[in-house]
């Protein structure tokens, strides 16, 4: 078996990780990870004869030369690599996570932090087992920053990846309803994510913390207060905001000791304001001048299905189909119903890994609804189907059938809200919209 610092020493002379044979690149080191319907083993001659110049098996019938390289544990070589070389860098790594806004937040601060450093943050949704290694691996000796995302459907996988990434700072953004399944409830989804905080009350230096967020304080209340940076609406805070407006995009104004600004950003509702004023903290906290915190954020273009706002022909799009669950569901029904355009359409779907949960969130969605303005309503999913006899709406078992129905039925002179869990794919009722 291989030592971790001779597999280092080969990483820096092949320093692109694969975990995928669709993906290699010549001269990279490929993992053979496993899964419930894969084994990566069994792809390692493949990743070897399109140009990978090693393949990490952990199985040594699959072992054909010395550019097979076993170890015990493929993932766990991976995380264990990773590590080894995030302790070889020398720049701070900040990490993220929360219920919901993690991923616009990361932007964000990445936005900001980049105006100062040169800054590597997750790509995509790589905030798992797999990709937080990665993530870490694709870390060249030219960058001064690191963001890392940590998403986690259960308890100990905060912890896990703090091990791997070893974070000096870190962000919660907030705990709401969001994995109910694995964690057991709003009480195991705050345990799962304090986490963070128990590393970094042990480990690291600072933890941004929003002052506005009462859970956020309670799981923080045991922590040195000079190690929590405040950022909220309330004047003593480190940093100081206000939402002077919220339509049709955001405007924020704020404070921070010497520093202060205000800037219009390209988000929708009224929700990313906590997570634009943590950007705003950061900023000040690593010395980013004012005048690049605004421009940074007025700048940020919101993509990937995130609070994103559209034109497609007659109708305005609202766009926030990567995910949802009930917390992040009630505040984009709650922000459109305020917006001012006439015409408004409201399509939303199924909200994925709520276990015992799922009918009676299901359900208090479709009370709210019921106190909201709107002029259409479209259900997709089996759980809102289930109840859809309750409200005057159009109701479909998926997304196909919705889009199908739209295509039939075009929708004119709109305003329209488009959210729902990834599993129910909601995008495609934004592919059914004519131009």
């Known amino acids: 078996m291989i030592s971790p610092e001779e597999l280092y020493?080969?990483?820096?002379?092949?320093?692109?990780?694969?975990?995928?044979t669709r993906s290699i690149q010549k001269g990279s080191i490929f993992f053979a990870l496993k899964g419930p319907n894969f084994n990566g083993n069994s792809f390692a001659e493949a990743a070897i004869e399109q140009g990978a110049a090693y393949a990490v098996i952990d199985e040594p019938k699959f072992r054909k030369d010395d550019r097979y390289i076993l170890v015990e544990h493929g993932l766990k070589a991976l995380q264990e690599l990773a590590n080894y070389h995030r302790r070889q860098l020398k720049i701070p790594f900040l990490a993220i996570t929360g219920s919901n806004g993690k991923t616009t937040t990361k932007e964000l601060i990445r936005a900001v932090l980049s105006k100062k450093f040169k800054t590597l943050a997750t790509?995509?949704?790589?905030?798992?087992?797999?990709?937080?290694?990665?993530?870490?691996?694709?870390?060249?000796?030219?960058?001064?920053?690191?963001?890392?995302?940590?998403?986690?459907?259960?308890?100990?996988?905060?912890?896990?990846?703090?091990?791997?990434?070893?974070?000096?700072?870190?962000?919660?953004?907030?705990?709401?309803?969001?994995?109910?399944?694995?964690?057991?409830?709003?009480?195991?989804?705050?345990?799962?994510?304090?986490?963070?905080?128990?590393?970094?009350?042990?480990?690291?230096?600072?933890?941004?913390?929003?002052?506005?967020?009462?859970?956020?304080?309670?799981?923080?209340?045991?922590?040195?207060?000079r190690k929590l940076v405040f950022y909220g609406t309330n004047s003593a805070f480190d940093t100081f905001a206000v939402l002077k407006k919220s339509q049709p995009e955001l405007v924020i104004s704020w404070k921070s000791g010497l520093q202060q600004g205000q800037h219009t950003c390209r988000l929708i509702g009224a929700y990313n304001f906590e997570n634009v004023v943590a950007a705003v903290a950061v900023g000040n906290y690593f010395g980013v001048e004012a005048h690049l915190i605004d421009l940074a954020i007025s700048?940020?273009?919101?993509?990937?299905?995130?609070?994103?706002?559209?034109?497609?022909?007659?109708?305005?799009?609202?766009?926030?189909?990567?995910?949802?669950?009930?917390?992040?569901?009630?505040?984009?029904?709650?922000?459109?119903?305020?917006?001012?355009?006439?015409?408004?359409?409201?399509?939303?779907?199924d909200m994925a890994e709520l276990g015992e949960d799922s009918e009676k969130e299901h359900k208090r969605?479709?009370?709210?609804?019921?106190?909201?303005?709107?002029?259409?309503?479209?259900?997709?999913?089996?759980?809102?189907?289930?109840?859809?006899?309750?409200?005057?709406?159009?109701?479909?078992?998926?997304?196909e059938l919705a889009s199908d129905w739209i295509k039939k039925n075009p929708l004119k002179s709109k305003t329209i809200l488009i959210k729902g869990s990834r599993s129910t794919k909601m995008e495609t009722i934004l592919e059914a919209i004519q131009d």
């Open 299 to 349: 700048s940020y273009m919101p993509d990937n299905s995130r609070s994103q706002r559209l034109q497609k022909g007659s109708n305005s799009i609202i766009l926030d189909a990567y995910n949802a669950n009930p917390s992040s569901m009630e505040a984009a029904i709650k922000n459109f119903s305020q917006l001012s355009d006439k015409n408004k359409v409201i399509c939303i779907g």
């Open 9 to 20: 020493s080969i990483y820096l002379n092949n320093p692109i990780i694969c975990t995928d």
């Open 123 to 225: 790509k995509g949704n790589l905030n798992n087992h797999i990709g937080v290694p990665l993530t870490i691996l694709s870390i060249d000796k030219s960058i001064e920053f690191a963001v890392i995302e940590m998403g986690a459907n259960h308890q100990g996988e905060i912890e896990s990846y703090c091990h791997i990434a070893e974070p000096d700072y870190g962000l919660i953004t907030n705990v709401g309803k969001a994995h109910l399944e694995g964690f057991g409830g709003l009480s195991g989804v705050k345990k799962g994510k304090r986490e963070l905080y128990h590393w970094l009350d042990e480990n690291g230096i600072k933890i941004f913390i929003n002052g506005d967020n009462g859970d956020l304080g309670e799981m923080a209340s045991q922590i040195d207060p």
């Open 365 to 399: 969605i479709l009370q709210l609804l019921k106190d909201v303005s709107y002029q259409q309503l479209i259900l997709v999913g089996k759980n809102f189907n289930k109840f859809s006899n309750e409200l005057d709406c159009m109701s479909f078992e998926n997304a």
